[in-house]
């Protein structure tokens, strides 16, 4: 039986693609902070090995799906937590389990950015040079470009550099025959969101933002996307990164894509 891992699997979009997965007949293992197969901190270095190693031993070394998916929003108080779970957190388990990836059946795997990657470019990434020499102790100085919206930088910083990890891994995975997309979902209805629509700072701007298809996304709907970027129909979609964001980007950035 086909198996993928999810992390961020307890909640969002995590759980629905866990759900839409299992419905498939796929075998899913969740890794969470919580209610998981593996239950494992992203936002460490420990956690992150041990979720590597919980993993490996749990597939054998042979994994034919993941999906990255855990995530914290830019509301989160800790600024450098949001980069090492966003963006360190997700590496270390793509590049951990790139191995068991090679060894699977037709792997693919789908990091969750979001619309927030484009709002910055690489060029102005204030993460840029941080991530480049992979010294994830200069996150905090990094950051304090952001004053009061350290977490927005956070947030967007994060996510950005995760497109662009995934787009420079195009080659060596493609020649590994594992495919490798991002999806960028705008607002989808889950705790993160809510959160962030409760929050003093972002609320009001979340809240009072109209997407041209005027609601926000269901995870369900995300989920969707996710697993057809995991089979085989989506089999020459490689490096590429899906928009779900009821027409979000286009309306902001028309001439940009
Ligand atoms: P959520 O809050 O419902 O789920 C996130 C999951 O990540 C939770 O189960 C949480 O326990 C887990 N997580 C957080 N920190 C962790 C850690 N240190 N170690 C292990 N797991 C941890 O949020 P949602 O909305 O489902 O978010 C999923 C992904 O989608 C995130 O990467 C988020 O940035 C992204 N996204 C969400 C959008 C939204 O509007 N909800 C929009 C664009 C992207």
């Not at 700072?201 to 009072?208: H, K, L, P, S, T």
């Amino acid at each position: 039986m086909s198996l993928t891992v999810v992390t961020g699997s307890a909640s969002g979009i995590g759980a629905a693609t866990r759900a839409a997965l299992l419905e498939e007949g796929k075998e899913v293992v969740g890794v969470d902070l919580r209610d998981a197969d593996i239950t494992a901190d992203l936002s460490t270095r420990e956690g992150r090995r041990g979720a590597v190693d919980a993993v490996l031993q749990r597939c054998g070394g042979t994994l034919d799906g993941l999906v990255l998916c855990a995530g914290l929003g830019p509301h989160v108080d800790d600024a450098e937590r949001i980069v090492a779970v966003n963006y360190f957190g997700t590496i270390a388990m793509l590049d951990g389990l790139f191995p068991a990836l090679r060894k699977g059946d037709d792997a693919a795997a789908v990091v969750v950015s979001s619309v927030s990657s484009t709002h910055i470019t690489w060029d102005d990434n204030p993460l840029a040079s941080v991530i480049e020499s992979g010294d994830e102790a200069g996150v905090g100085p990094a950051l304090e470009v952001g004053g009061e919206y350290k977490g927005q930088f956070a947030y967007a910083g994060s996510k950005n550099a995760l497109t662009v990890a995934v787009r420079r891994r195009v080659a060596e995975w493609g020649a590994a025959g594992v495919r490798l997309n991002t999806v960028a979902p705008g607002s989808v209805e889950t705790p993160l969101l809510s959160q962030g629509m409760a929050d003093a700072r972002y609320g009001q701007a979340i809240r009072e933002f109209v997407a041209p298809i005027p609601r926000h996304a269901k995870p369900e709907e995300v989920a969707t996307l996710i697993s057809y970027l995991l089979s085989p129909k989506a089999g020459f979609v490689h490096g590429s990164q899906l928009v779900i964001d009821g027409g979000v980007d286009a309306l902001l950035r028309p001439t940009r894509f």
